[in-house]
């Protein structure tokens, strides 16, 4: 017998775990799973962000009492080929990770060595800390069950149908898939993701999820570059990403920046410890039609610890004591957010390179302005131009204002952040200061280009200061 969530979390070491065990397994008393082992896994929350307060249903007894772990464990390894045993010991090191997530990845690992009475005495407090961990409770039955002699495990096919089907257990089982996909598989060292080309240091910190790890990147950024100084389980929309309209229940896909932070006591109990709404949709959004609103980063109900994988409308859900590390970092309109279906790592010399390619157009752009040829600078602009303002601005006032601006002055430009976002079409978000010589104050751009036939073209601007 083999537990479930352990067995897919370490595969291999389930069964030695059990073996090690097993002589001893008749002291174990199974009657401690119906307290807190049988709150685990509650439902996943899937209602509505924006118009629903609270989470969904009550736990599922079937599936977290004792004997719904044995038929679990069937169902797992029915028709599997036992793994030898050393699977446990080769495996890929885990990153650590951070507080309750850390406790539980502790949890997997003493389980792979075979360790099981020191996993279970682990997980027995990890659950008294933190009661609503669903998947931490459904470890904890696990681990209950594998005390139970096999001899005394009596087949349930009905029941091993019912866990196979049941929603709630595929849910997080699939959340312990990702959490330990994402801590072993690591970052390449030296990398950053591709989006983030160059970073000002008037931005401490940038956000990047990969929501095919369910994963949250939180960087801290200095004179030497971005560094990876944590990351966090996540949950993104319930049909999943690329969100285009309004109702979809996807995450869209993109570059962002978070624009403000909600009092949590202004808002629901749904939405935990508060929240960190984006400019979503931007303006690369806005111009291929995209629509929809109220896309935020917030945390979860008291009652849940984390939801499934796929559980939002479109919002980015974490834990709330991940959420509350990150609230203390982020600068509201200065923190970037990307989002990508998956992650793409370069190294910093690549992002040099692409910074180095891009940089030359920006040069090209304030060279042309400050000569004063209007058809030279023209050509930088695409037809539907346009800057953000209380009022529509179109190109051709914008290029005489830029003349008025700029013609013949020596203007420095500083404190640039270049972020490349890539999918059907090539664009970049530029923000950077420029001062004029001789004045102490200028204006602070964020502009939004695409790369057409091979040249960068800017298709909107806004002033930020």
């Known amino acids: 017998m083999a537990a479930s969530a352990l067995l897919l979390a370490t595969p291999g070491a389930a069964h030695a775990a059990n073996n090690s065990n097993s002589s001893s397994s008749k002291s174990a008393n199974t009657k401690t799973s119906g307290t807190k082992a049988a709150k685990a896994g509650g439902s996943r929350a899937s209602a509505k962000e924006a118009r629903v307060g609270k989470a969904g249903s009550g736990a599922s007894k079937t599936q977290l009492q004792a004997k719904g772990k044995r038929s679990a464990v069937a169902a797992d390894n029915a028709g599997a080929t036992r793994p030898a045993r050393k699977t446990a010991r080769t495996a890929a090191p885990l990153q650590e990770a951070s507080g309750a997530e850390a406790r539980l990845i502790g949890v997997y690992e003493l389980f792979g060595r075979g360790k099981t009475r020191e996993a279970l005495a682990k997980a027995q407090t990890l659950v008294r800390d933190h009661p609503n961990f669903q998947l931490a409770q459904l470890v904890y039955g696990d681990l209950l069950a594998a005390q139970v002699p096999p001899s005394n495990a009596m087949p349930d096919t009905a029941g091993i149908a019912r866990l196979r089907g049941n929603p709630a257990m595929v849910e997080l089982h699939e959340e312990s898939r990702r959490r330990l996909q994402a801590l ?64 979809d229940a996807r995450t869209p896909l993109g570059v962002y920046y978070i624009t403000s932070s909600l009092d949590p006591r202004s808002l629901k109990d749904f939405y935990g410890a508060g929240a960190l709404p984006i400019n979503y949709p931007n303006p690369y959004d806005v111009r291929r039609g995209k629509t929809g ?107 005489r204002d830029e003349l008025t601006y700029a013609q013949g002055k020596r203007v420095q430009i500083k404190d640039t952040s270049y972020l490349h976002w890539r999918d059907t079409e090539d664009t970049m978000i530029a923000t950077f200061g420029e001062v004029f010589e001789g004045e102490k104050n200028g204006r602070t751009r964020r502009q939004y280009w695409l790369r057409q036939a091979g040249e960068w073209k800017l298709f909107h601007e806004e002033i930020l200061g």
């Open 293 to 399: 609103s109220g896309i935020w980063l917030h945390g979860t109900p008291p009652q849940q610890f984390a939801r499934a994988p796929l559980a939002s409308d479109g919002c980015v859900v974490m834990a709330n004591p991940d959420l509350k590390q990150l609230l203390r970092k982020v600068q509201i309109g200065a923190t970037p957010v990307v989002t990508a279906r998956s992650l793409q790592w370069i190294s910093q010399p690549q992002a040099e390179k692409e910074t180095k390619k891009f940089a030359d157009s920006i040069t090209a752009w304030k060279d042309a302005r400050a000569s004063g040829n209007e058809a030279q600078l023209k050509k930088f602009y695409l037809p539907d131009f346009q800057r953000a303002s209380r009022k529509p601005v179109d190109a051709d006032a914008v290029l």
């Open 184 to 247: 072993r598989e690591r970052p390449p060292a030296g990398t950053v993701p591709s989006q983030f080309l160059t970073l000002s240091t008037r931005s401490r910190f940038a956000i990047a999820v990969d929501a095919s790890r369910s994963r949250l990147y939180l960087f801290e950024n200095s004179d030497k570059g971005l560094k990876l100084v944590a990351d966090y389980y996540i949950s993104v929309g319930k049909s999943g990403t690329d969100k285009a309209v309004e109702g």
